[in-house]
């Protein structure tokens, strides 16, 4: 039986290790983005939905021990991973809270600025935690997003209908979960009907052989979240040792290259 504050990707110890290798990938975009943003010395900054906290420590190190980083997630074994990691590195500007941003009150917090990398796609209520989110940002706070804007732009090439094959399960996985994996098309909307102003809208797309290491973000996702879909009885074992055979075909052959799913980076001001 599932825990009741699982995620539909789950908070086992094989998907902390694959959220360890997608940090790792786009964290030079990340530090790129914070930098654009203005994240500096001094300040509180949110990191909404901060799962074990690979992008926490990152905007920890970069407010020092005079700022203060409020990661926020429900799950109880994400967060006793970032506290561990906190105390090894001696980080105690990190706060924890334990919260389901689909429920709780940010209105407490007052931030100088937030980030949010693939939490909105998972949420219940993604415009409600967007207007909290404003609720807790000081006037002038910076907010900083990276979204799905179409994750079908996932794909091979040569196509691989195995794997859009997966794609559409993981998207009627997410959906039934009450998620939305394309979220980054509302969002700007929504940020400007809250007053927000847009200050940046870069989408992201890579296209790589299987020796770059973006390969590595797709593949660890694939092999995780096959074994997720078959625990979620949304494939059978067997339909899923195929989609993973069919993926090292793909890895292997020469001239195979992989499309990533769009990304939207939006940084926004409050006003």
């Not at 561990?84 to 407490?108: F, P």
């Not at 994996?181 to 052989?209: M, Q, S, Y």
């Amino acid at each position: 039986m599932r825990q009741h504050r699982d995620y539909v990707l789950g908070t086992h110890a094989e998907e902390i290790s694959r959220l360890a290798l997608q940090h790792r990938v786009w964290r030079p975009r990340a530090l790129d983005a914070w930098r654009r943003a203005g994240f500096t010395v001094g300040q509180t900054l949110l990191d909404l939905g901060c799962g074990p906290g690979y992008a926490s420590i990152d905007p920890a190190e970069i407010v020092g021990p005079t700022g203060r980083v409020v990661a926020i997630d429900r799950s109880r074994r994400f967060l006793g991973a970032l506290e561990a990691a906190s105390l090894q590195r001696g980080l105690d500007q990190i706060t924890t809270l334990e919260l389901d941003l689909d429920e709780s009150n940010l209105s407490v917090i007052r931030a100088d600025g937030a980030w949010a990398r693939w939490v909105f796609a998972f949420v219940k209520r993604p415009h409600g935690l967007l207007s909290r989110v404003d609720d807790a940002l000081k006037k002038n706070g910076i907010l900083v997003i990276q979204e799905y804007f179409d994750y079908s732009t996932w794909r091979f090439s040569p196509r691989s209908p195995a794997i859009e094959e997966f794609l559409r399960v993981v998207m009627e996985s997410w959906r039934a979960e009450g998620g939305e994996p394309d979220i980054g098309l509302d969002l700007p909307i929504w940020l400007k009907e809250l007053g927000f102003e847009i200050k940046t809208l870069n989408p992201i797309i890579d296209i790589v052989p299987a020796s770059n290491f973006i390969w590595q973000w797709p593949k660890t996702f694939i092999q995780v979240g096959l074994n997720r879909l078959v625990e979620l009885g949304r494939l059978t074992s067997d339909r899923a040792r195929a989609i993973a055979e069919e993926f090292a075909a793909r890895e292997a052959a020469p001239h195979t290259l992989m499309i990533t799913p769009g990304v939207l980076e939006i940084i926004a001001v409050r006003r």
